[in-house]
């Protein structure tokens, strides 16, 4: 009786959970934008000027007037106009377009409404200065300027009215105008502006397109009304701010276009004055209204600050992790190397399992994956179906090679195989990455997310984070670090799962629209089976999976350090099976976040703040759209991908630098030394990452998910080629080994420099050049004299 009574609750308390997550999806939403705009007159040109171009010069506008121009020098109402002359051959009459690009502004020049001149206005020692560039091949008249990548392009119509596009590299000395394809329908252009990888024109047909290299033209919908000359700006990393007429005469709106989504948003902000003309500055406008004023108009971001709710939320799961870290410090109070770095050999292999997806999915699965896939599309998905293949291999051949062996740091195996001199750099190595390109971006990415959401300063979401793992790594050791990362995995992925429910719910009727734009976007595209070594494509991802994680996985001391703790080569390779267990439905949920969020703000655009990176895209629905409470949860999720992933480097580092140098470059090394100085080097460890976390705070970056990959391929791939001559091989040897890494690493180098592939091949090309260069160079040196027995996939041991 009590067990029908269980399993008829079930169902019940499944329908409670559901109604609860739509009352809370169904809460009135504030329809208001997230962005407000501080509109302010700007002082009025001298001698009564009437302002004819507006132009932006050093992120300054420029007036002119007749053949006089002043500059903005000062902020809003208290600016003052400061007069300059205009050069010989620039005057309003001349002027048909102009784009800043950095310091400079490029023109085109001519007469009678036709463009063909071209030329760089710039400020030198005070006075504008004109640096001539090649002329256009034909006069075109509409002209409209942009700079992408270096590049700057011309749009217009010939006198034959031709849609004509031209590009000329500012990179390349003494290069000339090249004809592009122009764009469909050939409409007179009223705009033409670059926003990260692309450019966005406006016609008078009332279309906007978008361009790029790779894909030429595309369609991207209808515009709300007439761009006014000069408006359109770049905002952010994704939003185009734009001054739009919606009907003759009416009074033009502020309002941006969505460059990942489509959509239109409208500003709430009153205009001054009938605007007819404007230039882009900073993150806003500079407009001259019909009667002669000048006006401007900032963005600026909302703060969402927490309810104390959610610091309750955030502070028990805090007071846990050290609550688990405690627990093994006064347990471990006589702590041996082993119990220290390795849990005694005697963690669970389910528990090692959890705790290698746990360090795998970091803040990076959890805030730049969703972006990722916000931005684009699921294809860097398939490098968790692809890996799942490489996770078998490495369970059965590599793992059980290795745990044999008793390693604490997987760099003794190069020792033994090898040379100690290369166990020694490829462990410096792996520290500088794991610090570099691994720890730092890790932290700063939640950090830097929610900062700009919530308004906690970047430094006290660093101090959250960082302090409070290292306090539970240096108290709890390995055990510390495998027990949270199991409860972490629960805590993140918990609230993952619950915010794809709360968008899905909370899209209503609009539900079945949404998902038609999905499938129309390609926004869940899985796959690309095209040969372009520039994409993410499915030769790709299988070209990283055999060198990232078959070939890279011994070396990987983070990831091995888990199953070396396990009690046998056996339960060593159910914990990657564990693993790999995981990794799909895993992997499907962070990305399903990322197209949940698309069909979210492609239905509430006024809901995105323009002048947050992609980034934090997903910090920015949690903070803004879900109920108090929950906002907590989930930022502790995020704090929780973090963190296990900090520990397990944090650990992993302290390790090494403990076993592989302390171990052999102190004068008398004792057992209760390492461990003493591993419990330091925590420390160390963690305050270096968040000193360089802190650094990365300075940058722009528009993708850290990119980055961490492209630093990983540069940093990691040599020493990862040497674990393949070694396990795989019987004729590698130190000579060879050592040759190969240094010829891997020059030449990937070179390849990054000439920007030859996408990031992802990085690691692989390293890979892949250390093992052929290290081959061939062995056979010009002697075979290795020492034994080989259980060194290498060819000579198990007997007992294997």
Same mark, same amino acid.
């Given at each position: 009786?009590?067990?029908?009574?269980?399993?008829?609750?079930?169902?019940?308390?499944?329908?409670?959970?559901?109604?609860?997550?739509?009352?809370?999806?169904?809460?009135?939403?504030?329809?208001?934008?997230?962005?407000?705009?501080?509109?302010?007159?700007?002082?009025?040109?001298?001698?009564?000027?009437?302002?004819?171009?507006?132009?932006?010069?050093?992120?300054?506008?420029?007036?002119?007037?007749?053949?006089?121009?002043?500059?903005?020098?000062?902020?809003?109402?208290?600016?003052?106009?400061?007069?300059?002359?205009?050069?010989?051959?620039?005057?309003?009459?001349?002027?048909?377009?102009?784009?800043?690009?950095?310091?400079?502004?490029?023109?085109?020049?001519?007469?009678?409404?036709?463009? +063909?001149?071209?030329?760089?206005?710039?400020?030198?020692?005070?006075?504008?200065?004109?640096?001539?560039?090649?002329?256009?091949?034909?006069?075109?008249?509409?002209?409209?300027?942009?700079?992408?990548?270096?590049?700057?392009?011309?749009?217009?119509?010939?006198?034959?009215?031709?849609?004509?596009?031209?590009?000329?590299?500012?990179?390349?000395?003494?290069?000339?105008?090249?004809?592009?394809?122009?764009?469909?329908?050939?409409?007179?252009?009223?705009?033409?502006?670059?926003?990260?990888?692309?450019?966005?024109?406006?016609?008078?047909?009332?279309?906007?397109?978008?361009?790029?290299?790779?894909?030429?033209?595309?369609?991207?919908?209808?515009?709300?009304?007439?761009?006014?000359?000069?408006?359109?700006?770049?905002?952010?990393?994704?939003?185009?701010?734009?001054?739009?007429?919606?009907?003759?005469?009416?009074?033009?709106?502020?309002?941006?276009?969505?460059?990942?989504?489509?959509?239109?948003?409208?500003?709430?902000?009153?205009?001054?004055?009938?605007?007819?003309?404007?230039?882009?500055?900073?993150?806003?406008?500079?407009?001259?209204?019909?009667?002669?004023?000048?006006?401007?108009?900032?963005?600026?971001?909302?703060?969402?600050?927490?309810?104390?709710?959610?610091?309750?939320?955030?502070?028990?799961?805090?007071?846990?992790?050290?609550?688990?870290?405690?627990?093994?410090?006064?347990?471990? +109070?006589?702590?041996?190397?082993?119990?220290?770095?390795?849990?005694?050999?005697?963690?669970?292999?389910?528990?090692?399992?959890?705790?290698?997806?746990?360090?795998?999915?970091?803040?990076?699965?959890?805030?730049?994956?969703?972006?990722?896939?916000?931005?684009?599309?699921?294809?860097?998905?398939?490098?968790?179906?692809?890996?799942?293949?490489?996770?078998?291999?490495?369970?059965?051949?590599?793992?059980?090679?290795?745990?044999?062996?008793?390693?604490?740091?997987?760099?003794?195996?190069?020792?033994?195989?090898?040379?100690?001199?290369?166990?020694?750099?490829?462990?410096?190595?792996?520290?500088?990455?794991?610090?570099?390109?691994?720890?730092?971006?890790?932290?700063?990415?939640?950090?830097?997310?929610?900062?700009?959401?919530?308004?906690?300063?970047?430094?006290?979401?660093?101090?959250?984070?960082?302090?409070?793992?290292?306090?539970?790594?240096?108290?709890?050791?390995?055990?510390?670090?495998?027990?949270?990362?199991?409860?972490?995995?629960?805590?993140?992925?918990?609230?993952?799962?619950?915010?794809?429910?709360?968008?899905?719910?909370?899209?209503?009727?609009?539900?079945?629209?949404?998902?038609?734009?999905?499938?129309?976007?390609?926004?869940?595209?899985?796959?690309?089976?095209?040969?372009?070594?520039?994409?993410?494509?499915?030769?790709?991802?299988?070209?990283?999976?055999?060198?990232?994680?078959?070939?890279?996985?011994?070396?990987? +001391?983070?990831?091995?350090?888990?199953?070396?703790?396990?009690?046998?080569?056996?339960?060593?390779?159910?914990?990657?099976?564990?693993?790999?267990?995981?990794?799909?439905?895993?992997?499907?949920?962070?990305?399903?976040?990322?197209?949940?969020?698309?069909?979210?703000?492609?239905?509430?655009?006024?809901?995105?703040?323009?002048?947050?990176?992609?980034?934090?895209?997903?910090?920015?629905?949690?903070?803004?759209?879900?109920?108090?409470?929950?906002?907590?949860?989930?930022?502790?999720?995020?704090?929780?991908?973090?963190?296990?992933?900090?520990?397990?480097?944090?650990?992993?580092?302290?390790?090494?630098?403990?076993?592989?140098?302390?171990?052999?470059?102190?004068?008398?090394?004792?057992?209760?030394?390492?461990?003493?100085?591993?419990?330091?080097?925590?420390?160390?460890?963690?305050?270096?990452?968040?000193?360089?976390?802190?650094?990365?705070?300075?940058?722009?970056?528009?993708?850290?998910?990119?980055?961490?990959?492209?630093?990983?391929?540069?940093?990691?791939?040599?020493?990862?080629?040497?674990?393949?001559?070694?396990?795989?091989?019987?004729?590698?040897?130190?000579?060879?080994?050592?040759?190969?890494?240094?010829?891997?690493?020059?030449?990937?180098?070179?390849?990054?420099?000439?920007?030859?592939?996408?990031?992802?091949?990085?690691?692989?090309?390293?890979?892949?050049?250390?093992?052929?260069?290290?081959?061939?160079?062995?056979?010009?040196?002697?075979?290795?004299?020492?034994?080989?027995?259980?060194?290498?996939?060819?000579?198990?041991?007997?007992?294997?």
């Amino acid at each position: 009786m009590r067990r029908a009574d269980r399993v008829g609750r079930r169902p019940g308390l499944l329908a409670v959970l559901l109604a609860l997550l739509a009352a809370f999806a169904v809460l009135p939403a504030q329809a208001e934008s997230l962005a407000s705009v501080d509109a302010t007159p700007l002082a009025a040109l001298p001698e009564g000027a009437r302002v004819q171009a507006l132009l932006t010069l050093g992120e300054r506008p420029l007036a002119i007037a007749g053949q006089r121009a002043w500059r903005l020098d000062g902020e809003g109402a208290d600016g003052r106009w400061q007069a300059m002359a205009l050069p010989a051959g620039v005057s309003v009459t001349r002027l048909q377009a102009a784009t800043p690009d950095g310091a400079g502004t490029h023109l085109l020049l001519g007469d009678g409404g036709m463009a +063909q001149e071209a030329a760089t206005l710039a400020l030198v020692s005070g006075a504008l200065v004109v640096q001539p560039l090649p002329a256009l091949p034909e006069p075109i008249a509409h002209a409209r300027l942009a700079v992408l990548a270096g590049v700057l392009y011309a749009a217009g119509l010939d006198a034959d009215g031709q849609a004509r596009f031209y590009a000329l590299s500012r990179t390349t000395p003494g290069a000339g105008w090249i004809a592009q394809a122009p764009w469909p329908h050939g409409s007179a252009p009223s705009s033409l502006v670059a926003q990260k990888f692309a450019l966005y024109l406006t016609a008078v047909d009332g279309r906007i397109r978008q361009w790029t290299p790779a894909e030429g033209w595309q369609d991207r919908g209808t515009l709300p009304g007439a761009v006014v000359d000069g408006s359109a700006q770049p905002i952010g990393q994704a939003h185009v701010l734009y001054l739009l007429r919606p009907a003759p005469g009416a009074q033009p709106a502020l309002q941006t276009f969505h460059t990942i989504t489509g959509s239109w948003a409208v500003l709430p902000a009153t205009l001054d004055g009938e605007a007819r003309l404007a230039t882009g500055w900073r993150s806003g406008l500079v407009w001259a209204s019909a009667d002669g004023g000048l006006h401007a108009a900032q963005l600026r971001s909302g703060k969402h600050l927490l309810h104390w709710l959610d610091w309750v939320v955030i502070v028990v799961y805090l007071v846990a992790m050290l609550g688990i870290g405690g627990y093994f410090y006064l347990k471990d +109070q006589t702590a041996s190397e082993s119990d220290f770095f390795m849990g005694g050999r005697s963690i669970p292999f389910w528990v090692a399992g959890v705790s290698l997806y746990a360090t795998n999915t970091s803040s990076i699965s959890f805030i730049a994956i969703p972006a990722k896939a916000y931005e684009t599309n699921w294809q860097y998905l398939t490098n968790n179906l692809i890996a799942v293949l490489g996770l078998m291999f490495v369970a059965v051949w590599i793992v059980p090679l290795l745990r044999r062996l008793d390693l604490m740091s997987v760099f003794s195996y190069l020792e033994t195989r090898f040379h100690p001199a290369i166990r020694m750099l490829a462990s410096a190595l792996a520290i500088a990455m794991q610090v570099g390109s691994r720890l730092s971006v890790i932290l700063f990415l939640p950090a830097l997310a929610i900062a700009t959401i919530t308004g906690i300063p970047v430094v006290w979401s660093i101090m959250i984070m960082g302090v409070f793992t290292i306090i539970y790594t240096a108290m709890g050791g390995m055990r510390a670090v495998v027990w949270t990362d199991f409860v972490q995995v629960f805590v993140k992925m918990g609230g993952a799962i619950f915010a794809i429910g709360f968008i899905l719910v909370s899209l209503g009727s609009d539900l079945d629209t949404v998902r038609e734009a999905v499938a129309i976007e390609h926004k869940t595209k899985l796959l690309d089976f095209s040969f372009d070594l520039t994409k993410a494509t499915v030769w790709g991802f299988i070209f990283l999976v055999v060198f990232d994680v078959v070939l890279t996985f011994p070396k990987d +001391q983070v990831l091995m350090q888990r199953t070396l703790a396990t009690s046998s080569d056996k339960e060593a390779g159910r914990s990657i099976w564990v693993f790999a267990a995981i990794m799909i439905p895993g992997g499907f949920v962070f990305y399903s976040i990322g197209t949940a969020l698309w069909m979210y703000y492609r239905q509430n655009p006024e809901r995105l703040d323009p002048l947050l990176p992609i980034d934090a895209t997903f910090p920015l629905f949690i903070a803004a759209e879900l109920p108090v409470g929950v906002t907590g949860l989930i930022i502790a999720g995020i704090f929780a991908a973090a963190m296990s992933t900090l520990s397990s480097i944090i650990n992993s580092v302290a390790t090494l630098l403990s076993v592989d140098f302390y171990s052999r470059l102190a004068k008398a090394p004792t057992e209760k030394g390492s461990v003493r100085f591993a419990e330091w080097m925590t420390v160390v460890v963690g305050l270096t990452g968040m000193g360089l976390a802190l650094v990365l705070s300075r940058y722009d970056i528009h993708s850290l998910f990119d980055v961490s990959i492209e630093l990983a391929g540069l940093l990691g791939g040599g020493f990862a080629g040497a674990y393949t001559l070694g396990m795989f091989t019987k004729r590698a040897n130190s000579p060879g080994v050592a040759i190969g890494i240094g010829g891997s690493i020059a030449l990937t180098l070179l390849a990054w420099s000439f920007n030859l592939v996408h990031p992802y091949f990085y690691l692989g090309i390293s890979i892949m050049l250390c093992i052929v260069i290290g081959y061939v160079a062995s056979l010009f040196f002697a075979p290795p004299a020492r034994s080989l027995e259980g060194l290498t996939i060819h000579t198990r041991k007997a007992d294997a």
